[in-house]
């Protein structure tokens, strides 16, 4: 089944970048809708952008504009390029995958997360 590994997490400054990248193991990263989700503590986590198998992505209102979220089937990798960072984007940051080809049901695979902090 498949396993993910998320990178690229750091601290940045407010109106800054940072490229987030989850390389999927064990199975076709293609087959299954691919998602960034967030957390910080005390909170739930919340879904970030989401990838469907045939390309078709989706956002939070709070990260449209700023944030986008791609793949690369043949490298088996996802990636998350987050724009104009503000305070609010400081979290923790997980990879999901599946179970299904769209990304009308929840996730069944996570990643250990990579911490993103803004700081003004």
């Known amino acids: 089944h498949v396993q993910l590994v998320e990178s690229g997490g750091g601290s940045v400054q407010v109106g800054g970048s940072l490229r987030l990248s989850c390389v999927a193991s064990?199975?076709?990263?293609?087959?299954?809708?691919m998602g960034w989700f967030r957390q910080i503590p005390d909170k739930e986590r919340e879904g970030v952008a989401g990838i469907e198998s045939d390309g078709t992505t989706f956002y939070a209102d709070s990260v449209k504009g700023r944030f986008t979220i791609s793949k690369d089937n043949a490298k088996n990798t996802l990636y998350l390029q987050m724009g104009d960072l503000k305070p609010d984007d400081t979290a923790m940051y997980y990879c999901?995958?599946?179970?299904?080809?769209?990304?009308?049901?929840?996730?069944?695979?996570w990643g250990q997360g990579t911490q993103a902090t803004v700081t003004s």
């Open positions: 064990g199975d076709t990263m293609g087959r299954y809708c």
């Open positions: 999901a995958a599946g179970p299904l080809r769209s990304c009308s049901v929840l996730p069944n695979k």
